[in-house]
């Protein structure tokens, strides 16, 4: 049998990298490729419940594998050829208590 593998998404971090004329900081996104993310679609209870929660539809629930020390929270992602929003806080579990990859799960909305 195989073993469970993710695929590499594109997370989009911000970096401050100065200021304006008006001393306001100036962002600049850095892409960073994260390998084996497990990606899940949403069942219709779960885009149910956030959207009554949230007020946002639920598209994917990602699964961020164990050691990642991105910042998840508020993030445009990449897959599928596809923009995405992570919303919501990340859950995240102890490494020692689960068994597989992964320890990490963000949900994602369509980005717009």
């Not at 100065?18 to 390998?35: L, T």
Request: charged share 30%.
């Amino acid at each position: 049998m195989g073993r469970i593998r993710g695929i590499t998404v594109t997370l989009h971090t911000v970096k401050e990298c100065g200021v304006d004329a008006f001393n306001r900081p100036i962002y600049e996104e850095i892409p960073v490729e994260v390998e084996n993310v497990l990606v899940s679609p949403t069942n219709s209870t779960e885009v149910l419940d956030t959207l009554n929660l949230t007020g946002r539809k639920a598209v994917y629930q990602l699964a961020i594998p164990k050691g990642d020390n991105n910042d998840w929270k508020d993030k445009r992602v990449t897959f599928f050829g596809e923009d995405f929003h992570t919303f919501g806080e990340p859950i995240k579990g102890i490494d020692e208590l689960i068994p597989l990859e992964w320890n990490t799960k963000v949900m994602v909305e369509k980005y717009e």
